[in-house]
């Protein structure tokens, strides 16, 4: 059974950092690009940063670039992405997402909130 679980969202204040992280299952992991995408209530869903399978090729969304990184442990089948100076407008759930030819898979999210 395929599984992407993502994990560590939480509370944080504006300014803070939080560190997501996304496992995969039943799939041969190491084979797939990862990207993290995160969906606002009413809004559109959004690339937030991207990883490539083996290479470690990475790309992020305009909103991403200089506060968040992204790496991969191919060993733990885990993704994580690093989220630092984080700002109200961070507040989403984010949704990790593993893609490769016709294949597709989802996690269900984890919420971020960012709040004084």
């Known amino acids: 059974q395929v599984q992407l679980v993502e994990s560590g969202g939480g509370l944080v204040q504006p300014g803070g950092s939080l560190n997501l992280s996304c496992v995969g299952s039943?799939?041969?992991?190491?084979?797939?690009?990862i990207r993290w995408y995160r969906q606002a209530p009413g809004q559109e869903r959004e690339l937030v940063a991207g990883?490539?399978?083996?290479?470690?090729?990475?790309h992020f969304g305009d909103a991403a670039k200089g506060r968040f990184t992204i790496s991969r442990d191919n060993g733990q089948n885990t993704v994580y992405l690093h989220m630092h100076n984080l700002k109200p407008e961070d507040t989403a759930n984010y949704l990790c997402?593993?893609?490769?030819?016709?294949?597709?898979?989802w996690g269900q999210g984890t919420q971020v909130t960012v709040s004084s």
């Open positions: 990883i490539s399978a083996t290479k470690g090729w990475t």
């Open positions: 039943g799939f041969a992991f190491s084979n797939f690009g």
């Open positions: 997402n593993a893609f490769r030819s016709e294949w597709d898979y």
